[in-house]
Antibody, heavy 121, light 110 residues
Framework: QLQLQESGPGLVKPSETLSLTCSVS??????????WGWIRQPPGKGLEFIGS???????YYNPSLKSRVTVSVDTSKNQFSLKLNSVTAADTAVYYC?????????????WGQGTLVTVSS | QSVLTQPPSASGTPGQRVTISCSGS????????VNWYQQLPGTAPKLLIY???QRPSGVPDRFSGSKSGTSASLAISGLQSEDEADYYC???????????FGGGTKLTVL
């Protein structure tokens, strides 16, 4: 059964870079049928797509975050990562990683449990 | 402000049928399929409906989805207390070239 697990610092200072890794187990990140995505949820608010990556390295990002986001993949470790620079308090959220169907249907399934990242000095 | 519009709340009594709407535009729901996610309190979202009306294995047939034009709906029949959760619709947006979500609907079972 495919499982995803986010990891990384739970506290980041304003103006610094948020870095998270998603470890995939029970399946290969090199599957041709899927992208691998990041989604976040500010406390008490809804879901926001951040960006996704294919095992080959092809990426696409939310236009509103594109200038600050980098998603990368390490197929040898079966992991993919998120970097969000110049963070502010508005970036405080639970960050989820998820497998994403590589078609325009693009559903996310399964999801990791999520990790809370707080931006504060 | 979410690209897809959902009512912020919905409610029903046990056994009742409730529907949650999701409104979009020609660049998202009007030209692509809709997915629905269920988020139980304190947990990660879970795929509930994909490709408008398909249920992943393990999802009860009490949950059903439909789409017409630029709107979609999630119906829950035989409402149960464990259905109390937040529900999100999502679809690919051709203009933004990425997936977009609705703002979510909090379902309360009275």
């Amino acid at each position: 059964q495919l499982q995803l697990q986010e990891s990384g610092p739970g506290l980041v200072k304003p103006s610094e870079t948020l870095s998270l890794t998603c470890s995939v187990s029970g399946g290969s990140i090199s599957s041709r049928n899927y992208y691998w995505g990041w989604i976040r949820q500010p406390p008490g608010k809804g879901l926001e797509f951040i960006g996704s990556i294919y095992y080959s390295g092809n990426t696409y990002y939310n236009p509103s975050l594109k200038s600050r986001v980098t998603v990368s993949v390490d197929t040898s470790k079966n992991q993919f990562s998120l970097k969000l620079n110049s963070v502010t308090a508005a970036d405080t959220a639970v960050y989820y990683c998820a497998r994403q169907r590589a078609t325009r249907d693009n559903w996310f399934d399964p999801w990791g449990q999520g990790t809370l990242v707080t931006v504060s000095s | 402000q979410s690209v897809l519009t959902q009512p912020p709340s919905a409610s029903g009594t046990p056994g009742q049928r409730v529907t949650i709407s999701c409104s979009g535009s020609s660049s998202n729901i009007g030209s692509n399929t809709v997915n629905w996610y269920q988020q139980l309190p304190g947990t990660a979202p879970k795929l509930l409906i994909y490709r408008n009306d398909q249920r992943p294995s393990g999802v009860p047939d009490r949950f059903s989805g439909s789409k017409s034009g630029t709107s979609a709906s999630l119906a829950i029949s035989g409402l149960q207390s464990e259905d109390e959760a937040d529900y999100y619709c999502a679809a690919w947006d051709d203009s933004l070239n990425g997936p977009v979500f609705g703002g979510g609907t909090k379902l309360t079972v009275l």
